[in-house]
């Protein structure tokens, strides 16, 4: 795999924002609390949230896609283990009905969505996506270009992205919206490609065999290969 799929350095600006937001960090409760017990272990467990998703395929056509999520982070590491437990029952994307009306034992539902596209009994595609409500999408369009545009993924994982949500239509630059009809949904544009599209990471098998990767710059996603 190797370059097609490598994430681009950041930019001054992107420097600029995480420099502030390390200093933000510093505030008069974190450095009251460094001395104090287990206060390393409640900072990083405040902060661990978010969703992960790998993509693996070998040389041998297997083929693997695994999408894990903390959600926001429950705040809690299970002792010993250095797990952080998700706060699933309290995400409001998996309750669409409203929260407390899944009777105990039932699964809930979830839109992470670890994908393999086959072609003649082999698989060709293997993606999936972080994103919350915006796997669904950020996975279809990725599909769509793959398949009917004829992109390789990483084009297809770097293309401008559309969500739809809750009468409110969400684009990034690139995507001609002219001819989308509103009828009554609100068209809200962002000024780049935003991690607020889903981070999708997927991996291809080309016609000659070859392997390529692609890791979603919106999430800083990266493709290794061996």
Do not use: K, W
Not at 157 to 185: F, S, T, W
Request: one cysteine or more.
């Amino acid at each position: 795999m190797g370059a097609p799929g490598a994430a681009t350095a950041p930019d001054v600006r992107a420097v600029i924002a995480e420099m502030e937001a390390a200093q933000a960090e510093r505030t008069p409760e974190f450095l009251a609390g460094l001395r104090a017990d287990g206060f390393l272990e409640r900072f990083i467990s405040s902060r661990l949230g978010a969703t992960t998703h790998i993509s693996v395929m070998d040389a041998a056509g297997m083929a693997c896609g695994v999408t894990a999520t903390n959600g926001e982070g429950s705040g809690v590491v299970v002792p010993g283990t250095g797990i952080h437990l998700n706060n699933v029952m309290g995400e409001q994307d998996l309750s669409p009905q409203g929260f407390h009306r899944h009777p105990p034992g039932t699964r809930m539902p979830s839109m992470m969505a670890p994908t393999l596209l086959m072609r003649d009994g082999r698989v060709e595609v293997v993606l999936g996506s972080a994103g919350s409500n915006r796997i669904r999408s950020a996975l279809l369009q990725s599909i769509v270009g793959v398949v009917d545009r004829n992109l390789t993924v990483p084009d297809a994982v770097r293309a401008p992205r559309v969500h739809c949500e809750d009468g409110v239509i969400y684009h990034e630059p690139g995507i001609d919206m002219g001819g989308v009809p509103l009828d009554g949904r609100q068209l809200v544009g962002f000024g780049d490609l935003n991690l607020f599209f889903g981070g999708v990471q997927a991996v291809q098998r080309l016609a000659d065999g070859r392997m390529i990767g692609a890791g979603d710059p919106r999430r800083g996603g990266v493709a290794l290969g061996a």
